[in-house]
């Protein structure tokens, strides 16, 4: 079977959603599984999908890729520092899950959350991040690695574009010329009443707003082909997820 590379947007605990968008997309274990982040804050079964991540990874070729969710939950988890901000947006699901926890398991999470990486650049010049970059030479010369999993002015700036600029053009965006694609989640595409992936210059976004009221979504990188769950609030009809 030819390896295909999957890219997985943003997952907010809907384990149910990911394990029925896997079974959609016949995901095997000759695929190549990228995930964008934002793993955890949202629905009610974040430990239960962090635990179905590490277990993924031992049968299949998965990068776990930061997102800024990860890091607010993995912050939470050393410290138990309150972040009101943070329970606010799926934050307390979070808590309520990792409530439930035992001490092992707290450990084994942390140990995923810190082992997560903010880029990843492949050899056919895709770079996958969950939330953008901000310096015009290239993630190589960021100066705030938080860029990597907070940033939305990458995908502001590709929204924004005029169309008919060419690379070469003298206003074109020089963030954007060191990447054929580039693909990312963070910012729901929900927000321009989309649920599905969109694309904007050369950047891709495959957050179709699984926290809030879209479903979650695989894309073959390649043909873009893509799979979908159903809407995540359908899977948890007794849940208010982040909406």
């Known amino acids: 079977m030819t390896t295909r590379t999957l890219v997985i947007g943003d997952i907010h605990a809907g384990l149910k959603a990911l394990e029925q968008v896997l079974e959609r997309a016949r995901v095997s274990t ?51 520092e309150d972040n009101l901000t943070w329970l606010q947006h799926g934050g307390a699901a979070s ?32 770079i996958y991040l969950h939330a953008g970059f901000t310096n015009i030479k290239g993630v190589e010369y960021e100066y705030f690695s938080k860029s990597f999993y907070w940033d939305r002015t990458l995908w ?23 990447y054929d694609e580039i693909f990312i989640g963070h910012t729901p595409v929900t927000r321009i009443g989309k649920t599905t992936p969109q694309k904007a210059a050369n950047v891709w976004n495959i957050d179709t707003g699984a926290a809030f009221l879209g479903p979650l979504t695989i894309m073959d990188v390649h043909t873009k082909e893509f799979w979908q769950s159903d809407p995540v609030y359908t899977l948890y009809p007794d849940e208010k997820g982040r909406n």
Do not use: M
């Open 30 to 80: 000759s695929d190549r599984l990228i995930f964008l982040g934002d793993y955890v804050d949202g629905w009610s079964t974040a430990v239960e999908t962090v635990d179905f991540l590490i277990d993924l990874k031992k049968t299949h070729d998965c990068i776990f890729l930061r997102g800024n969710h990860d890091a607010l939950c993995a912050h939470w988890l050393q410290t138990e």
């Open 95 to 126: 808590v309520a899950s990792y409530k439930k926890a035992g001490k092992s398991t707290i450990e084994e999470h942390i140990r995923f959350y810190d082992a997560l990486i903010n880029y990843q650049l492949e050899g056919d010049n895709r």
């Open 156 to 178: 502001e700036l590709a929204l924004s574009l005029n169309p008919t600029f060419s690379k070469d053009h003298k206003y074109y965006p020089q963030r954007l010329v060191h």
